[in-house]
């Protein structure tokens, strides 16, 4: 542990933004498998959750929590997998 108190309050400041960063990266994994849950569902609602995931990661690409370039690959990876499901349905 550190000895300099400001350098004790980075430790704090920076466990508490890796438990936000975790919690946000969860939420946008959650979405995800939502997703691949309702290929077989209706079509709205297969839209309005990828709609979601698009805006969780272009959100996480604007808090710093992911690279823009993970956030364009998780989307692009989702888009085929959805795709690739449908066609075989």
């Known amino acids: ?47 309005a959750a990828l709609s979601n995931v698009y805006k969780l990661c272009d959100k996480a690409v604007s808090k710093g929590i992911l690279h823009k370039n993970t956030a364009a690959r998780k989307k692009s990876r989702l888009t085929i997998a959805v795709n690739k499901l449908k066609a075989s349905k």
């Open 1 to 47: 542990m550190a000895n300099i108190k400001s350098a004790k309050k980075r430790v704090l400041v920076a466990q508490r933004n890796n438990e936000r960063n975790t919690a946000f990266k969860t939420s946008i994994k959650t979405a995800v498998k939502k997703v691949l849950a309702l290929v077989n569902g209706s079509e709205d609602e297969l839209k």
